[in-house]
C-alpha cells in the first residue's frame, strides 16, 4: 500500500524527510485536483493531508473518495501542538477513522 502526503510547502519536507512521497500544493483547489487524480488512479492506499487544506476540499471530490474502496483520507493538523487531554473532543477524528475503518463505534478508556 502506497502513502502519499499532500500539503503545502515546509510541511512536505518534512515528509519527503520521512521518507514519504509528496505532492506539493499551493491552496484547497490545487489539493481537490490532486485528490481527483489520486482516486481515479487507485494507485495510494493512504492519503496524508494537511487539515486546512483538506477543510477546503471540493464536495464533489470528497463524495467521490468517500464512495470508492480507497485511498483512506488521514487530515493532520500543520500546526502540531500539546493540548490537554480534558479539551480533547469526544468524537475526535482519529475515532471517526476507526469508526469508518472497523464499521462500528469503539470506545476505548485509557
Known sequence: M???AISEGELARG????GIETWTVSD???ASEALAEIVSSGEYGIVIMDEKLSSGLDKQVVRALARCNGPML???????????TETLPQDDY???????????????RL
Open 2 to 4: 502506497k502513502v502519499l
Open 28 to 30: 484547497a483547489d490545487q
Open 15 to 18: 515528509f519527503a524527510l520521512a
Open 94 to 108: 482519529v475515532a471517526r477513522l476507526i469508526r469508518r475503518a472497523v464499521g462500528y463505534q469503539l470506545n476505548v
Open 74 to 84: 488521514v487530515s493532520i493538523p500543520a500546526e502540531l501542538r500539546w493540548r490537554d
